[in-house]
């Protein structure tokens, strides 16, 4: 069974433009989740779609945001880009919101 | 409230020998403790992963040891090998209330002389 995938990989953008991250899950799975990963941060959950509906929130401001698809793809959204927002962007599927996560291999994001 | 503590922040140790892992947390809704394994370039890999009704689970070199009381869980690596030197996540959430949101750990970077 293929795992989650996630494109891009990498990605360079400047200060103030926008970004979409795409997610494949785990065919069968129906919840995604998205996390931020940062030296000085860590692993932060960012939000979780389950069904195509956001179930969870994490502490990020506004300039966030996702959408999940009738197949369980999902998409993050990053508008107006800052220098912090720099990190490597993890998504992660499971059969529903309360089982495993598995996750894939991240898109690295670097903002110039 | 919400976080969970992780320690060391790094670990060196010999062929053989057995790293040992320590989180804590504070938030008694918490019910799922996965610990997963990441290398350098890929995603987080769920290593192994236990409830608060359990008090310790074994699979392969890995084992969790869970103090409920103590709001206390580690990871111990058995017969550690240089193929186990990677970054190890503790993990907690409470599946039933807030579903796939993982609270992590900052992280122990493990390196395993040969």
């Known amino acids: 069974k293929a795992g989650v995938t996630q494109t891009p990989r990498y990605l360079i953008k400047t200060r103030g433009q926008q970004v979409t991250l795409s997610c494949s899950p785990i065919s069968g799975h129906r919840s995604v989740s998205w996390y931020q990963q940062t030296p000085g941060q860590g692993l932060q959950f960012l939000f979780e779609?389950?069904?195509?509906?956001?179930?969870n929130k994490g502490n990020f401001p506004g300039r966030f945001s996702g959408r999940q698809f009738s197949n369980s793809r999902s998409e993050m959204n990053v508008s107006t880009l800052e220098l912090g927002d720099s990190a490597l962007y993890l998504c992660?599927?499971?059969?529903?919101?309360?089982?495993?996560?598995?996750f894939g291999p991240g898109t690295r994001l670097t903002v110039l | 409230q919400q976080q969970v503590k992780q320690s060391p922040q790094s670990l060196i140790v010999q062929k053989g020998g057995i790293p040992i892992i320590n989180c804590a947390y504070e938030n008694t809704a918490f019910d799922y403790f996965p610990w997963y394994q990441q290398f350098p370039g890929k995603g987080p890999a769920l290593l192994i992963a236990?409830?608060?009704?359990?008090s310790e689970k074994k699979e392969g070199r890995f084992t969790i040891s869970f103090n409920k009381s103590a709001k206390q869980f580690s990871l111990h690596i058995m017969d550690s090998q240089p193929g186990d030197s990677a970054t190890y996540f503790c993990?907690?959430?409470?599946?039933?209330?807030?579903?796939?949101?993982?609270?992590f750990g900052q992280g122990t970077e493990l390196s395993v002389k040969p």
């Open positions: 236990i409830r608060p009704d359990v």
């Open positions: 779609y389950f069904s195509e509906t956001q179930r």
């Open positions: 993990a907690a959430s409470n599946r039933y209330n807030q579903g796939g949101k993982l609270i």
């Open positions: 992660a599927s499971s059969r529903d919101p309360t089982d495993t996560q598995y």
